[in-house]
């Protein structure tokens, strides 16, 4: 059974920086980031796949393009998200997500793509 851990959520000011990561078990193709904010609906922020040769396909919601980095160590099977320039409306609880599902079809901003989720690590972010 895949597990996953979410680390690296806090309280940062509007323009700060923050690092996630997500250490995973089991043979993971495609792995992502969600985020939910109290009353919201849980929303895709990247997702990444590895494609060969050291090539990995990647998508990013339109609000995070330019600030937010999605990542992983293969060797290490950990995910990271490098959030920079983050905003008040960045705050949200955020989720590391993963399938064992191989195709770049299969890796989009769905939740319904992701069987396996970790339990999330909170980001505040104060003006």
């Known amino acids: 059974q895949v597990q996953l851990v979410e680390s690296g959520g806090g309280s940062v000011q509007a323009g700060g920086s923050l690092r996630l990561s997500c250490s995973a078990s089991g043979a993971l193709y495609c792995m992502g980031w969600f ?3 109290p009353g919201k609906e849980r929303e895709g922020v990247a997702t990444i796949a590895t494609i060969g040769g050291g090539t990995h396909y990647t998508t ?3 609000s995070v393009k330019g600030r937010f980095t999605i990542s992983r160590d293969n060797a290490k099977n950990t995910l990271y998200l490098q959030m920079n320039s983050l905003k008040p409306e960045d705050t949200a609880m955020y989720y590391c997500a993963a ?3 191989y195709g770049s079809s299969w890796c989009e901003r769905l939740e319904a793509n992701f069987p396996y989720w970790g339990q999330g690590t909170q980001v505040t972010v104060s003006s």
């Open 35 to 37: 985020r939910q904010a």
């Open 60 to 62: 990013y919601a339109d």
């Open 99 to 101: 399938s064992s599902r």
